[in-house]
């Protein structure tokens, strides 16, 4: 078995171990997070000694966080980056505009995956429902058997059944993405 751990460098989040106590509060900051309405973001902070975990534990949770479908930015402060306040917003915005590039790349390709296992009338109904906004009625959808097609992208959760005869699709720049390419 190959090892998976590197001395001097934080864990891989895939063979990150324990911290479930850590984790479960993170998680549950996360979620608090994701769901209050209005937005109510919480703040975390991990402290300890040096070589304790504290960056193998961050870079989990932005792993954790990518799987909620969050959009995740890692700003790392050096003293060099904060010498004054020209190159701390310099620095700031500029991995701010990275993580922005990343995230809607990596969108966009699991958004392309998602539309090839769709069938084309399953496609139709898609596209139909992103022009209609962020939730569509399934009356409003013009197109021949629109529930079964519907039925099925909610068996694949492309599309998210919010009350009878409501629907929105699973993530809201995947309705973007469709509307793009329509
Ligand atoms: N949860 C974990 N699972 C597996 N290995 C871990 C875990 N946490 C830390 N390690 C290992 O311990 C070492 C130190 O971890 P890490 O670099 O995350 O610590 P740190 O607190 O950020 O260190 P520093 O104070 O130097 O910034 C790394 O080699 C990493 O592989
Ligand atoms: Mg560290």
Redesign the pocket.
């Known amino acids: 078995m190959i090892n998976p751990?590197?001395?001097?460098?934080?864990?891989d989040p895939e063979?990150?171990?324990?911290?479930e106590r850590e984790l479960g509060e993170i998680k549950k900051a996360i979620d608090y997070t994701v769901h209050s309405e209005p937005a109510t973001p919480q703040n975390v902070a991990i402290v300890?000694?040096?070589?304790?975990?504290?960056?193998?534990?961050?870079?989990?949770c932005k792993a954790i966080a990518l799987d909620k479908d969050c959009f995740v930015c890692k700003i790392t402060l050096t003293p060099e980056k904060c010498k004054n306040m020209d190159s701390f917003v310099y620095n700031t915005i500029d991995e701010l505009h990275t993580a922005i590039w990343e995230f809607s790349h990596l969108a966009a390709s699991r958004f392309i995956a998602d539309l090839t296992i769709a069938s084309e009338k399953e496609k139709e109904v898609l596209f139909k429902m992103a022009k209609l906004g962020e939730e569509a009625d399934i009356k409003e959808i013009e197109a021949p058997n629109v529930s079964v097609h519907l039925k099925r992208r909610v068996e694949k959760n492309l599309v998210v059944r919010i009350d009878r005869g409501r629907y929105k699709f699973y993530h809201p720049l995947f309705r973007k993405f469709l509307e793009k390419i329509i």
């Open positions: 751990y590197v001395t001097g460098f934080p864990a063979s990150f171990a324990g911290r300890g000694d040096w070589g304790i975990g504290k960056t193998s534990l961050l870079n989990k």
